[in-house]
């Protein structure tokens, strides 16, 4: 079945660090990848997406390539900023359920020091 | 993007009352509506998907009976706790499927906290 893989939380840096969190997933057909994120309280929102393989999503500073030969999506930000701190989700939705399901990894909590 | 609203965000409850809980879609018309529990510190589970006009599909363990999902309209759903108990108790958040332009993309609600005593 479809699952994704996040690193383990928290991530712990100071402003104007450099972010990468790590994910991998594994898929039957050709996802689309999404990022999400959660601030304290609130739902999730979108983050970025990417639909084929060497897309890359972006935005607010966050970029994600869709990586299909290392089945990857990492989640990258040149700059932190304490406002970023929240839990950040990877996801795919597979064409072959109609790119309907979401299928989330378990979250990675990303906390920001001034 | 578009945006999804859900209602009320907060509720607190007697146990073996039930609870509604809505989720409209504001900008946009959606035929497929979700809903996740999430419990604390813990990822996204969903509990059944809600197409409009037709029965909630729901995931497998998921008391359809306990959770009653209405997809009434193209831009509401609701989530209905039926005798709820202190274990029903989580954080309930909606989404709402965009297809237009073929983007495909579940834009989610603010979540509803429920409390059961």
């Known amino acids: 079945g479809n699952s994704v893989t996040q690193m383990e939380g928290p991530v712990t840096l100071s402003e104007e660090a450099f972010l990468t969190i790590n994910c991998t997933y594994t898929?039957?057909?050709?996802?689309?990848l999404f990022w999400y994120v959660q601030y304290p309280g609130e739902g999730l929102q979108l983050l970025l997406k990417?639909?084929?393989?060497?897309d890359k999503g972006s935005n607010k500073g966050f970029e994600a390539t869709y990586r299909k030969e290392t089945t990857s999506f990492h989640l990258e930000k040149g700059s932190v900023q304490v406002s970023d701190s929240a839990v950040y989700f990877c996801?795919?939705?597979?064409?072959?359920?109609?790119?309907?399901?979401?299928?989330f990894g378990t979250g990675t909590r990303l906390l920001v020091s001034p | 993007g578009a945006v999804v609203s859900q209602h009320p965000s907060r509720v607190i409850c007697k146990s073996g009352t039930s609870v509604k809980i809505e989720c409209r879609s504001l900008?946009?018309?959606?035929?497929?509506m979700f809903w996740y529990r999430q419990f604390p510190k813990q990822s996204l589970m969903l509990m059944a998907t809600?197409?409009?006009?037709?029965?909630?599909?729901?995931e497998q363990g998921v008391e359809k009976d306990k959770f009653l999902i209405n997809h009434a309209s193209l831009t509401l759903s609701t989530l209905t706790v039926t005798s709820a108990h202190p274990e029903d108790s989580s954080f309930y958040i909606c989404?709402?499927?965009?297809?237009?332009?073929?983007?495909?993309?579940?834009?989610f609600g603010p979540g509803t906290r429920l409390t059961v005593l």
């Open positions: 989404s709402a499927r965009d297809a237009r332009g073929g983007s495909d993309t579940q834009y």
């Open positions: 898929a039957t057909g050709y996802p689309s």
């Open positions: 990417a639909t084929k393989a060497d």
């Open positions: 996801a795919l939705s597979d064409r072959w359920e109609g790119f309907q399901k979401l299928v």
């Open positions: 900008d946009f018309q959606a035929t497929t």
């Open positions: 809600s197409n409009e006009g037709s029965k909630a599909t729901y």
